[in-house]
């Protein structure tokens, strides 16, 4: 199985911030990663796909990169509702895995 | 409005069996490859199974393979897991999640999830 990577576990920031959360892969994934963001007593969102690709409706403020095992999520300038637990996923095979998890919390 | 409502949760005995339903509306559900992942109490994300739009294709984590099995209902707009065997790590919030359209495995609507919970 591939095993996903995230680091930081969590993280302390402040409005205005621009936060930068990394995923690395066991092996190569190509662009394979999708990221989420997830509220306490929600299901997650699918923020980003195919480690690039913003979801129709996803804040702009929200962007992806990487390929291969590294991978990168950033959020340009953090806003009050971005506060939540950001999972990176690989898709490139089964079964599908995801990290352990970053959580991003107010200053 | 695409929308996925799981039910069919409960507490359950060890050993003991349940079934998962999640209905679909708002989408052609029979165009989509569909998915069960879970979420145990204050952990992370875990898949569980996915099965293709025609079920032509299923696959299961190593950790419910040969204790739980996945099906759809095309004409009923309906996801289901069936799940045998329950063992206590087998406790968490179950979402069904459809698959992203040209990029399977990545799952762009989620239910509001229902909780499993295996105790004696």
């Known amino acids: 199985d591939i095993q996903m990577t995230q680091s930081p576990s969590s993280l302390s920031a402040s409005v205005g911030d621009r936060v930068t959360i990394t995923c690395r892969a066991s092996q190569s994934i190509s662009s394979y990663l999708n990221w989420y963001q997830q509220k306490p007593g929600k299901a997650p969102n699918l923020l980003i796909y195919?480690?690039?690709n913003l979801l129709s409706g996803v804040p702009s403020r929200f962007s992806g990169s990487g390929s291969g095992t590294d991978f990168t999520l950033t959020i340009s300038s953090l806003q009050p509702e971005d506060f939540a637990t950001y999972y990176c996923?690989?898709?490139?095979?089964?079964?599908?895995?995801f990290g352990q998890g970053t959580k991003v919390e107010i200053k | 409005e695409v929308q996925l409502v799981e039910s069919g949760g409960g507490l359950v005995k060890p050993g003991g069996s349940l079934r998962l339903s999640c209905a679909a509306s708002g989408f052609t559900f029979s165009s989509y490859s569909m998915n069960w992942v879970r979420q145990a109490p204050g952990k992370g994300l875990e898949w569980v199974s996915y099965i293709s739009s025609s079920s032509s294709y299923i696959f299961y984590a190593d950790s419910v393979k040969g204790r739980f099995t996945i099906s759809r209902d095309n004409a009923k707009n309906s996801l289901y897991l069936q799940m045998n065997s329950l063992r206590a790590e087998d406790t968490a919030v179950y979402y069904c999640?459809?698959?992203?359209?040209?990029?399977?495995?990545?799952?762009?609507?989620w239910g509001q999830g229902t909780l499993v919970t295996v105790s004696s």
């Open positions: 195919a480690a690039s």
């Open positions: 999640a459809r698959d992203l359209l040209g990029h399977s495995g990545g799952f762009d609507y």
């Open positions: 996923q690989q898709s490139y095979s089964s079964p599908w895995t």
